[in-house]
């Protein structure tokens, strides 16, 4: 029962329906990124007031956040 | 620090800030450290444990895996710098002349009152507990004598005894006339 599902999804995840449904799923979160990046964004730069962990807090966001963004997209792109 | 935003008057200087304790962020790491840990925990499982068929076939879609993954910890991520801005930007401004409560309720919510020392009427503390007592944090409340002002609080504030007796200091120093500068 097991072995015929897993063939069934392995078949399955082979398509291109999944493929569009999965940049779909990668362009939503994506959205939901810079979205709120931008409000996190207006935020410190309008009330963090240029203190220093407001800057370093910015740049930790980014320097994490950017690579994974593209990991997702290089994972996608070999799926 | 610039303090463009609070409109702080001519001869107006801040003495103090006041944040909540860290630990509370800390409650918000933890979590997202352990959700962050889960998803490799639970593939691992699944490879240990499931049929050598249905593991092969998980293991033939790394890709398709470490996309998800990698959505997964860009959503904890987001989530976790939301709540440490709404713990940054929640905070108290001592000044010579006045409290300034900046409340950050939620990512769209912020309110900003101001309380002039003149107007408190009692400070309390209560600091709970034993981590709170080590730590060092406690619920600080300032009440006004104003009929229609709300009164001043903040949960798990740092240090909150110095800052109620700056308080204190401040209103003695305003109902006594000397001029605080």
Known sequence: MLSATSTLITATLGGTAVKTALWSVFGLVFLIYLITSGILLFHWRKYGMRSKKVVF???????????????????LIFV | MVFTHLELEPDERIIREV????????????????????????????????????????TNHF???????????????????????NYYLDVWYVTNKRIIDIEQKGIFHREISNLRFDKIQDVTVEVRGVVATFFKFGDLRVQTAA???????????????????????????????????
């Open chain 1, 57 to 75: 807090a910015e740049l930790v966001y980014f320097l994490v956040s950017v690579p994974i963004v593209l990991i997702a997209l290089f994972a």
């Open chain 2, 63 to 85: 890709f398709i895996t470490l996309f998800f993954y990698a959505l997964w910890l860009l959503l904890l991520w987001i989530v976790l710098f939301i709540n440490w801005t």
């Open chain 2, 19 to 58: 944040r909540r304790h860290w630990i509370v962020l800390l409650g918000h790491v933890v979590l997202t450290v352990l959700l962050f840990i889960f998803p490799p925990i639970l593939y691992l499982i699944a490879l240990a444990f499931l049929p050598d068929k249905v593991a092969g076939g998980i």
């Open chain 2, 147 to 181: 009929e229609n002002s709300r009164d001043f609080t903040m949960k798990s504030a740092t240090r909150p005894e110095e800052v109620r007796k700056l308080i204190f200091e401040m209103h003695n120093k305003e109902s006594s006339g000397v001029s605080i500068t």
